[in-house]
């Protein structure tokens, strides 16, 4: 069994910032890549950001330069920094991470979601 979980949403105005974890637990041999997507009443799901366990990066074009996606492999977990925050990226945020398990193999797995709000 594998968990994901969120932590770090909330309310902020716009331009301010906001910093997302993600932590897997579990029984896990190696995490691959991990990422966030979010999505917003009405929406699709969109990919918002991207990281292999090598650290290569991809962004949406939509918060290049604004948000910066990183990971601690000795602690499993990913973070996503949200600067220079928009009405616009109100969504419920999510993570994802294409991880090993010892029991289950190779298999995708995502976080229950935490909510960020930006709104004056």
């Known amino acids: 069994q594998v968990q994901l979980v969120e932590s770090g949403g909330g309310l902020v105005q716009p331009g301010g910032s906001l910093r997302l974890s993600c932590a897997a637990s579990?029984?896990?041999?190696?995490?691959?890549?991990m990422g966030w997507y979010r999505q917003a009443p009405g929406k699709q799901r969109e990919l918002v950001a991207a990281?292999?366990?090598?650290?290569?990066?991809n962004y949406a074009d939509s918060v290049k330069g604004r948000f910066t996606i990183s990971r601690d492999n000795a602690k499993n977990t990913v973070y996503l920094q949200m600067n220079s925050l928009k009405p616009e990226d109100t969504a419920v945020y999510h993570c994802?991470?294409?991880?090993?398990?010892?029991?289950?193999?190779?298999?995708?797995?995502w976080g229950q979601g935490t909510q960020v709000t930006v709104s004056s």
């Open positions: 990281i292999t366990s090598g650290g290569s990066t």
């Open positions: 994802t991470a294409d991880v090993v398990s010892l029991l289950m193999g190779r298999n995708d797995y």
């Open positions: 579990g029984s896990i041999f190696a995490i691959n890549a």
